[in-house]
């Protein structure tokens, strides 16, 4: 399974990071995802969720970590 890492502004001018699995990507953004599409009158494509985890990586310009499971 791929890990992300985003940066973000974090208190007192320090940013922070976060590394998110493919699954905690989905289990958070997919939901939120799934209604933004239909809003959009967008269909939703046969492989949605790896667009889901597109979308998000691209959203928040994440960049692929290695992660020793």
Do not use: R
């Amino acid at each position: 399974m791929k890990h992300w890492t985003i940066v973000y502004p974090g208190g007192e001018g320090e940013d922070c990071c976060e590394t998110l699995s493919e699954k905690q990507i989905l289990d958070y953004y997919f939901p939120h995802w799934c209604k933004m599409m239909a809003e959009a009158g967008k269909n939703m494509p046969p492989n949605m969720e790896q667009t889901c985890i597109d979308d998000w990586v691209v959203t928040h310009w994440a960049v692929e970590e290695t992660v020793n499971e």
